[in-house]
Each structure stands twice: as C-alpha cells, then as structure tokens.
C-alpha cells in the first residue's frame, strides 16, 4: 500500500530516481570499456626501475630509431618498438651524456640509431633470417652478403646485449645536425659506397652507412679510407673514456662496460610521456 501511495502521490521523483540511477549505470560502463582499451604509445609508459628515457638525460643526442621506421635492414617497423624513442639503463645515459659534452666542444653530436631492445624484437630478427622471401632492403644493408648467415657473421645474435638496455648504435654528427623529413622512403643505395653516394645520414664519413652488414662495417677495415678510420678512432676512443667498449664488426656498436643489469628485457619501446611520438622514417 506503501509503494502504490508513493507512485501516486510523488511519480516524479520516482521517474528522477530512476533516470538517475540509469545515467549512473551507462557512465560506469563506459568507464569499464575504457578502461579495457589499449593504452596508445603516444601516452607514455613507466620504465622498469633503473631506466631512463635518454631525451630526459640528454635532450641534445640525435635521435634517429630504426626499428621503429622502415628505414633499416628488414625493411618495417620491428617487433616491440612502438615508438621512435632510446631508452636505455640510467647508467648508460649518463654515460652517453658525459660523451655528448666531450664531442660539444669539438661542435659535433651523437646521432643514436638503437638503443634497448626488446627480447621479441631479437626473435623477430631471427624469424626474419630464415624467411629467403623476404629480402627487400639487401641492395642497401647487405649488398654482397648472404642473409641467411647473418647470424653465424656475427652481424645478429640470438641473445643481444641490447636487450640489457646498456648497449647501443650510434654515430657522429656536426651540432648542427637535424633530422629532415623523408617522406617517400629513400631510394635503396649500398651501404658501401662512398660518403656522398650512400645513402646521407648526416654523420661525418664513417666509411658506411648505419647497419651495414658487410666486412666494410668492421671497425678496423682499411678499406674506408684513413679518413674514415680517423673518425671511427675519434668514436671509439671518446665512448671508451665514458666507459663503452666497442665490437670489432660494427663500428657503431657500443657496450657499456661496468653495466648494471646481467639479463635481457622484453618490454615495449614506448613514447617517452615528455614528448609526442616521433614519426616512423
């Protein structure tokens, strides 16, 4: 009797009541499907401890990701790499830093081209290698070697330290120095070729492009000329005093000796939450 004098003496509280209660459910679960979305890479993760977006360490290292773009040996964006971003172990950016201030007073930059790894992107490597389908980029990365025995070269691991987020692929460039767009992709030129005839990454002549999967990349080849082995001289002896040792088959590889994590990491290259994505080159 209760209820029925409610509805005939005040139905339009009942009706608000109502409504109310409906505007409630409908917000909740759209807040609940929201929250089951994925995150976009341009919001920015949390780092694992003891890692460091390297623009928040340096903002004045170039930055040039490979595997985020198209612009590198397989020819697409690489496994686990969501952004065009270095992220690496605080230690190793601190080093970096210290050789940036170095090269400054010689008005010259790093320019990073990888930085950590993914684990999954190591495995899309290795898939990639066994694929004789596909074999698009080797007119620029790897002109006179075999792609399948790029892992027994030594040119891919299995295990990469990258993935310890203290190692790193990196280059010299002026100060001046600063990413053009390129938009069509370049046109494929052999990583071999002389400085003004490969492809222009903007770096001082290095005697090959980034990445070049050949004999020529070895950082004591005589082949490059003795301005180009002067230039890997001044690289590797100006990370060494940062505390980086180098690898005799990339000139452009680097490992920080005293490094503070013994295994590998498997999580995603994000966007760092201080800036936007870089676009993919």
């Given at each position: 009797m209760s209820l029925d004098c409610e509805d005939r003496t005040t139905p339009g509280i009942s009706r608000r009541k109502l409504r109310v209660r409906a505007g409630l459910v409908l917000i909740t679960g759209l807040v609940l499907i929201l929250a089951a979305l994925p995150v976009p890479a341009l919001a920015g993760t949390a780092l694992p401890k003891g890692f460091v977006y390297l623009r928040d360490a340096d903002p004045t290292i170039v930055?040039?990701?490979?595997?985020a773009g198209f612009h590198n040996f397989v020819g697409r964006p690489i496994r686990g790499y969501l952004a065009a971003e270095c992220i690496l172990s605080d230690r190793a950016a601190t080093a970096l830093k210290t050789v940036q201030g170095m090269l400054a007073e010689k008005k010259l930059s790093l320019i990073v081209w990888d930085c950590y790894r993914p684990r999954r992107a190591v495995d899309d490597f290795l898939q990639w290698s066994k694929d004789p389908a596909h074999a698009e980029m080797k007119a620029e990365f790897y002109p006179r070697t075999d792609k399948q025995k790029l892992f027994a070269l030594g040119y891919l691991a299995t295990r990469s330290a990258h993935s310890r987020g203290s190692t790193v692929d990196l280059g010299i460039v002026p100060s001046t120095f600063s990413l053009?767009?390129?938009?069509?992709?370049?046109?494929?030129?052999a990583c071999t070729l002389p400085k003004g005839e490969r492809f222009e990454d903007g770096t001082i002549d290095l005697g090959t492009g980034y990445d070049c999967l050949d004999v020529m990349g070895n950082t004591s080849n005589a082949s490059v000329g003795e301005a180009a082995l002067r230039n890997r001289q001044l690289l590797k002896s100006t990370m060494a005093k940062a505390g980086f040792r180098p690898y005799a088959r990339e000139w452009w590889h680097?490992?920080?000796?005293?490094?503070p994590f013994g295994q590998g990491f498997d999580f995603e290259v994000s966007a760092a939450p201080s800036s936007n994505e870089l676009p993919a080159r």
């Open positions: 930055q040039d990701i490979r595997y053009p767009p390129r938009n069509p992709p370049p046109a494929l030129k680097f490992e920080l000796v005293n490094e």
